[in-house]
């Protein structure tokens, strides 16, 4: 497990939540030096989904990128997935692990769950990385 893609609903859960089981997550990988990727899609929605669902400030949003950037890297897409059937919109974090050759995409959603792998990149929750690792 050294190289992972955090889902949205993970980057905020770990930076909004100081006891949450993907914050600690989050620090055990920083502490090993793993590798976290997302593209400008995901950071994006992570900024609108701060805004709408928790009223944050331009600046406090602005804080929680910065955050972001200090352990994730940005990659660039150079193609599109089409495989989240139900919610096509989940493909972005399937793009984002496939491109930067994630071990494993870190999520709740139940999309990304459901499809368990693909292409040996396992989708599991935090509580089973944390096992891992």
Do not use: G
């Not at 914050?23 to 090993?32: A, D």
């Not at 999309?111 to 990385?129: D, G």
Request: proline share 2%; hydrophobic share 40%.
């Amino acid at each position: 497990m050294n190289r992972l893609t955090f889902d949205t609903n993970i980057l905020i859960s770990s930076t909004l939540w100081k006891n949450s089981v993907s914050r600690r997550l989050l620090n055990k990988l920083i502490l090993q030096s793993k590798e976290i990727f997302i593209t400008e899609d995901i950071l994006e929605e992570y900024c609108r989904v701060l805004k709408r669902d928790f009223n944050l400030s331009e600046k406090e949003v602005e804080e929680k990128v910065e955050v972001v950037l200090s352990f994730a890297k940005i990659i660039t897409l150079s193609a599109k997935i089409d495989v989240v059937k139900e919610d096509p919109d989940d493909n972005k974090i399937i793009e984002c692990a496939v491109e930067s050759n994630a071990d494993y995409i870190i999520s709740y959603d139940k999309h990304l769950l459901k499809i368990k792998e693909y292409q040996n990149i396992k989708i599991i929750r935090p509580e089973e990385a944390l096992e891992l690792i």
